[in-house]
Every structure is written in C-alpha cells, then in structure tokens.
C-alpha cells in the first residue's frame, strides 16, 4: 500500500523557518516526481514545489520562490520542503503528493502537516 | 498561469440524485484535466485524470468529460460519502500546477 506522512508541521514566528518532512513507503520512490501542495485555512489548494525523481530539476510556485527549498532522500524515501523567512500567508495544511506515472497530476497524497505561523 | 473556474461553488443535491459540476480553462489544456475530491479534514483524493479516466478504486458513477476549455465530472447517483469539496486541475502547461476554487457538494 502506497503511504505518505508528512511531519514537522508546528508554530513558528514571522520571519521563522521550519523542515517539513514526508515518508513514503510502499512504492518504488526513487521512480517519481514528488510535489507539495499546500491548503490555507478555509481555502482552495496551491501547488507549491515539485521534484524530480533524481532531484535534479525543481520548480517552484511565484509565492515561494527564493524561500522555499524542496529535495529528496532517495536512499531514505524521504521528501523534505525547508522553508525560510515564513509569512502569516504560509499559514497552511502542506501536504506532499506523488505525480502519477504517466500523467502529470497527484495521484496519492499525504494526510498533511499543520503550518502556522504566528507571532 | 491558466486560470481554472469551477460552478457552482456550491451544489445542493439530493441522495441519489446526479450531481453535474463545471470547470472551465483560460486556455485550451487539451485533455489535461484531473479532478480531485476531498472530505471534511481529510487529503484530495484523485478521482479522474486525463479528462476521462477513473482513477484507481473510484467507483464508476464518477465520470469525466470535457476537452480544449470546458470539463465536467459528473456523478451519477449521489451516496452520503459523495458529499465533499471537489477540485479540477489543470496540467497541461506548468509550472505552477493550478486548481479551481472548487465545489462543494451539499445534501439538500
């Protein structure tokens, strides 16, 4: 069974960084894009940064460029969003999400991790 | 960026009843459509991909239509699980991936 848990989600201040992380388990990981979406409170979802398999091509949605850092750990199946200079904007559930096989969309998804930030 | 515009923002269905939801693209994205359901406090669950295709285990009274700049998911008879916010997506030009704003399913 294909299983995604993000961790590392709390409070931080303006200003503050925080490492989410996300575990995968159950498919070849090594094999496919990852990406993070991310929902705020009451809203719709934001796709925030994506990954390739190998980690050597990433993008990065306008909102977060130059702030946020997305990577991977193939040897660990381990996916990781570091984020730098938060906003209360960043407020979010940040969840990560595998890219379909063939087609470029999220075909499973993470349970998410609560960013707040706050002073 | 393409813009993904879904209508109603809310639908009120009975049990039962078919549910017909609406997405529209800025641009023409092809087939490039994946539709997306997500439940009170839980994650998006992929329903549809590539405008038509179910995705894994969804059961086949979710369907897909629609290509260029109009889509629809239609759900043919509502169960009490079906009631949720759903989502399209476009990926056929990116970055950035893009959502609509979504419709949310509510029993009438």
């Known amino acids: 069974e294909v299983q995604l848990v993000e961790s590392g989600g709390g409070l931080v201040q303006p200003g503050g960084s925080l490492r989410l992380s996300c575990a995968a388990s159950?498919?070849?990981?090594?094999?496919?894009?990852m990406t993070w979406v991310r929902q705020a409170p009451g809203k719709g979802l934001e796709w925030v940064a994506n990954?390739?398999?190998?980690?050597?091509?990433?993008d990065y949605a306008d909102s977060v460029q130059g702030r946020f850092t997305i990577s991977r750990d193939n040897a660990k199946n381990s996916l990781f969003l570091q984020m730098h200079s938060l906003r209360a904007e960043d407020t979010a559930v940040y969840y990560c999400?595998?890219?379909?096989?063939?087609?470029?969309?999220?075909?499973?998804w993470g349970q998410g991790t609560q960013v707040i930030v706050s002073s | 960026e393409i813009v993904m515009t879904q209508s109603p923002a809310t639908l009120s269905v009975s049990p039962g009843e078919r549910a017909t939801l609406s997405c529209r693209a800025s641009?023409?994205?092809?087939?490039?459509v994946a539709w997306y359901q997500q439940r009170p406090g839980q994650a998006p669950r992929l329903l549809i991909y590539?405008?038509?295709s179910r995705a894994t285990d969804i059961p086949a009274r979710f369907s897909g239509s629609g290509s260029g700049t109009e889509f629809t998911l239609t759900i043919s008879s509502l169960q009490s699980e079906d009631f949720a916010m759903y989502y399209c997506?476009?990926?056929?030009?990116?970055?950035?991936?893009?959502f609509g704003q979504g419709t949310k399913v509510e029993i009438k």
């Open positions: 999400a595998r890219e379909h096989a063939d087609y470029t969309c999220f075909d499973k």
């Open positions: 990954i390739k398999h190998d980690g050597s091509e990433t």
């Open positions: 641009e023409s994205v092809s087939t490039n």
């Open positions: 159950g498919f070849n990981f090594n094999n496919y894009w």
């Open positions: 997506q476009q990926y056929n030009r990116w970055p950035p991936w893009t």
């Open positions: 590539a405008a038509v």
